[in-house]
């Protein structure tokens, strides 16, 4: 793999770690919502990454017989989790038997999944900045 290809990679998982902490944060934002437009509590939703690969990248690596694959993510969909319901009368969305129903996202759960976004993200950039690194030196050899 070369340094372009590395940093390639690299960029593309800063995408897709960038958007699974726009997720966790309407997660986290939404933790008290019990009422929807589409009714009920608000649904947590998770990411799903997969490799990447674009036509031309595929015709591209063909021709210089290497197989570099990044990541994108692949759909953000709501997590199959049940609701947690607890006895609150008084509230205006609890049932006729003063039940109400929370949303599906659980706080520790989602400030784990976000320092382990982060992490990956500072990881990534240490990438970028390593090939950065090996390409200046690679210049100076040159000289």
Same mark, same amino acid.
């Given at each position: 793999?070369? +340094?372009? #290809?590395?940093? !390639? $990679? #690299?960029?593309?998982?800063?995408?897709?770690?960038?958007?699974?902490?726009? $997720?966790?944060?309407?997660?986290?934002?939404?933790?008290?919502?019990?009422?929807?437009?589409?009714?009920?509590?608000?649904?947590?939703?998770?990411?799903?990454?997969?490799?990447? !690969?674009?036509?031309?990248?595929? !015709?591209?690596? !063909? &021709?210089?017989?290497?197989? $570099?694959?990044?990541?994108?993510? &692949?759909? +953000?969909?709501?997590?199959?989790?049940?609701?947690?319901?607890?006895?609150?009368?008084?509230?205006?969305?609890?049932?006729?038997?003063?039940?109400?129903?929370?949303?599906?996202?659980?706080?520790?759960?989602?400030? $784990?999944?976000?320092?382990?976004?982060?992490?990956?993200?500072?990881?990534?950039?240490?990438?970028?900045? #390593?090939?950065?690194?090996? &390409?200046?030196?690679?210049?100076? +050899?040159?000289?």
């Amino acid at each position: 793999m070369d +340094i372009f #290809s590395a940093m !390639q $990679v #690299s960029a593309s998982a800063l995408s897709a770690q960038r958007t699974r902490l726009n $997720v966790i944060s309407g997660n986290l934002a939404n933790v008290g919502t019990t009422r929807t437009p589409e009714g009920g509590p608000y649904r947590k939703r998770d990411v799903v990454f997969q490799s990447s !690969q674009n036509v031309f990248e595929d !015709q591209l690596q !063909q &021709a210089m017989d290497r197989n $570099v694959q990044g990541v994108e993510v &692949a759909q +953000i969909k709501p997590n199959s989790r049940g609701f947690q319901t607890i006895y609150q009368p008084g509230h205006p969305d609890a049932d006729e038997n003063g039940m109400l129903t929370l949303p599906n996202v659980n706080v520790e759960e989602e400030i $784990v999944d976000m320092m382990t976004a982060m992490r990956n993200y500072e990881a990534n950039i240490t990438a970028i900045k #390593s090939a950065q690194r090996m &390409a200046t030196k690679a210049l100076e +050899i040159g000289r």
